[in-house]
């Protein structure tokens, strides 16, 4: 009975801290944010007398399950304005809200992975938590109607993230919370714009709303609703949803504020290579300053607009988009760009050894030096043992041969054109090298 009573101890709220950041498992360093605290202790407590603790408080996976004594959350917690209790066991509202209550400058809190799912929040205990700015409750399966309990007493909250919680429809809230800025509520089952924009009605003040890995089908809604429902956001996360028709891609212009999209990963987009998905995205989203993380200058937008209008033009086909007919009577009907092949020009010369002569053609752009490895690989030579000559065909009776010295003079100084010719001639060895022959 003993050990379970220190068992269960240890896996409090309080007990944790104790063990943690205790002068021997935590010692103090300047400049971590921590803060000393003296505690009077009696004889055997197994809390120490003084702790260092951060006022970024990580306490993940660390088995919690009850909050302990409140008078010690409150002489330890004073000074916390962030704390994590991630991948905890906690499932009683009663407990957190023990906690939270005992922190008074909690800023940021997270209870992502603890199970609480079914767990019921009431209103008395939800009050707690009315200084939180940032809430993140992931993987929590949390109902609808905590999140609602949570939202109507929280008026400071600004970001509260709902991921991974299976969450297929949207409950919609008499009582709407206004100071909601960002709603994070990735990998959910929503499917139904339907649903989606009751976060319109729930959360006016919107600034940022992140669907990335939904099964978004549409973004369906009239101009004149969009603008109702969300005035304020500026950026969308559409990431891996179901969005298959540039219609639902051309609504997003309907919200009057938009200056970041997000849509990497939607079938729409799967059969376009990559330089035809940005410009042609960036072509429907004239507003859009900022295009799957990267920011939108307006030389690349003239150039979208333009690759748009020739996309469609090469294409023909009488069901043209809207945007179209607007990029046209701005940029007027475009010309195909005129096909410039960049790659390096083979002159084609005759090399002429001994009695065989050879077709040859050559890359300006190299040096003498190259040339010479060219030949030694078609006559078999060994460049130290030969010359060459450079001979134009139009002035060679009038110049000659001219001696191609300098290994590292480039071709193209030569003017070699068409139909020139290169003589390679044998070098005559010299006394010494006939002696060490």
């Not at 023990?98 to 209870?111: A, E, K, R, W």
């Amino acid at each position: 009975m003993e050990s379970s009573s220190d068992e269960e101890e240890v896996h409090t709220f309080v007990q944790v801290i104790s063990d943690k950041y205790n002068p021997d498992n935590f010692p103090y360093s300047k400049g971590q944010g921590l803060g000393i605290v003296m505690l009077p202790t009696p004889p055997g407590s197994p809390v120490k007398d003084r702790l260092f603790l951060p006022s970024v408080l990580v306490l993940n996976d660390c088995g919690i399950t009850k909050a302990g004594e409140s008078s010690d959350i409150a002489t330890f917690c004073a000074h916390v304005v962030e704390l994590d209790l991630s991948y905890n066991q906690l499932s009683d509202w009663g407990e957190i809200s023990t906690v939270v209550s005992n922190i008074p400058n909690l800023d940021f809190l997270n209870l992502s992975m603890n199970p609480l799912c079914g767990a019921q929040l009431e209103p008395s205990l939800a009050q707690s938590f009315c200084r939180v700015r940032r809430l993140v409750l992931i993987n929590t399966r949390i109902s609808w109607s905590t999140v609602h309990t949570l939202t109507r007493h929280t008026p400071e909250l600004e970001e509260l993230f709902l991921c991974l919680n299976d969450f297929s429809t949207v409950e919609h809230s008499g009582s709407p919370c206004p100071s909601v800025r960002l709603l994070q509520i990735t990998d959910n089952q929503l499917q139904l714009w339907a649903q989606v924009r009751k976060f319109g009605l729930m959360y006016p003040c919107l600034s940022t709303l992140v669907l990335a890995n939904n099964c978004l089908l549409s973004v369906d809604d009239q101009k004149e609703a969009l603008q109702r429902l969300f005035p304020n956001l500026r950026s969308i996360n559409l990431n891996n949803s179901g969005l298959s028709k540039w219609e639902d891609i051309e609504r997003l212009n309907f919200f009057p504020n938009l200056v970041e999209v997000k849509a990497k990963g939607i079938p729409l987009l799967q059969h376009y290579s990559t330089e035809e998905r940005r410009n042609l995205l960036l072509a429907q989203l004239p507003s859009v300053l900022l295009l799957n993380g990267s920011s939108v200058s307006e030389g690349e937008r003239e150039d979208a607009e333009r690759f748009f209008i020739r996309y469609y033009q090469e294409r023909g086909g009488h069901e043209l988009p809207q945007r179209y007919h607007i990029l046209v009577s701005k940029y007027g009907e475009l010309a195909p760009l005129a096909e410039v092949d960049l790659r390096p020009r083979c002159t084609m010369v005759e090399v002429l050894w001994g009695e065989r002569v050879e077709t040859l053609g050559l890359g300006l752009e190299q040096t003498v030096g190259d040339l010479k490895k060219q030949l030694r690989g078609l006559l078999q030579l060994h460049t130290q043992g030969v010359r060459l000559f450079y001979i134009n065909r139009e002035m060679c009776s009038v110049l000659g041969p001219e001696e191609m010295k300098c290994g590292s003079r480039a071709l193209h100084s030569y003017s070699i054109r068409d139909g020139d010719q290169i003589l390679v001639v044998p070098r005559a060895k010299s006394r010494c090298s006939s002696s060490d022959a």
